[in-house]
């Protein structure tokens, strides 16, 4: 049904133990998913020989050493052995929730993207997958995790050429996330949160790069993506999705995020405006403490 793609950091330390948990729940997934693991680092091999995965070491990079977008997408799309895809970040742990909503959507649409926001969750040490171990991460989840904002995508369930030619972003600075949804919605693909029926952990860990977020951003790669992708305004989140699963089915989303976002557009064609977008920011902050 699925094949999940994802490029793991080194299986060292804290990263080693919550990656390890993250793969281990993919392949626990019913029916059966592929699972393709990217990249030389250290253990990848290792824990993809161990849990039944497909090793793929060649990966394309920046002179930064940092992995490409455009050549982990191409060469998953080549390997895949399901028509369906979801690249999600080694720290993710699916249950069983995931699926069956993913199925839902392929039963109403042939094109798409499927995206949710994450539950962060501290889990310092290696999960047992013997026993009811959902029903207890979810107990877990709910007594002591948080559900983080709209800016955190971590995982993009899609179909084969949804984007064309990607373009070489860098993998893991800003930017190239935000692209991917901006760039379904524009090319009119329905964009569906499942937030509402999926619960997704993200298991907590300081941050991978020193240089921290603001720092990437700010950085040559992270200049780099933003022009790739064409400005912040190319650039969406998960509220930007056209659609959210419910229980009860797909319903359209009503948020006045959405005009928030148009105007922002508006504004970049006219920058004249850019006075009025203050005010405008000020009701959005609103709403987004109103919707988290």
Not at 176 to 183: E, G, P, R
Not at 250 to 279: G, I, M
């Amino acid at each position: 049904m699925l094949t999940i793609f994802g490029i793991p950091k080194p299986f060292e330390g804290h990263f080693g133990v919550i990656q390890r948990n993250a793969i281990q729940s993919w392949t626990r997934l019913s029916p059966r998913c592929q699972v393709l693991l990217f990249g030389d680092e250290t253990g990848i091999a290792q824990v993809a020989a161990e849990v039944g995965a497909q090793h793929i070491p060649t990966v394309e990079r920046n002179e930064f050493g940092t992995p490409l977008l455009n050549s982990v997408f191409g060469q998953a799309e080549k390997a895949a052995t399901n028509p369906t895809l979801c690249f999600v970040n080694s720290d993710v742990i699916f249950m069983n929730d995931f699926l069956p909503a993913v199925q839902r959507v392929l039963d109403k649409y042939d094109r798409f993207l499927l995206i949710g926001r994450r539950t962060t969750v501290d889990i310092p040490e290696p999960l047992s997958f013997e026993g009811d171990w959902e029903s207890k991460l979810r107990e877990r989840a709910i007594a002591t995790g948080h559900l983080d904002n709209n800016t955190a995508i971590d995982y993009f369930v899609f179909r084969p050429g949804l984007w064309g030619k990607i373009p070489p972003f860098a993998i893991g600075r800003p930017q190239y996330d935000n692209w991917l949804v901006y760039q379904a919605n524009h090319s009119g693909v329905p964009v569906v949160e499942l937030t509402e029926v999926v619960t997704v952990v993200h298991q907590n860990h300081t941050r991978a790069h020193p240089a921290g977020v603001d720092g990437l951003r700010m950085s040559p790669e992270g200049q780099r993506n933003l022009e790739l992708a064409g400005g912040y305004t190319h650039g969406h989140t998960i509220w930007d999705s056209k659609y959210i699963l419910t229980k009860r089915g797909l319903r359209k989303r009503r948020s006045p995020y959405a005009l928030y976002r148009q105007f922002v557009n508006l504004v970049d064609q006219h920058p004249t405006l850019e006075p009025a977008l203050k005010s405008v920011r000020s009701v959005i902050r609103f709403v987004r403490g109103a919707e988290t």
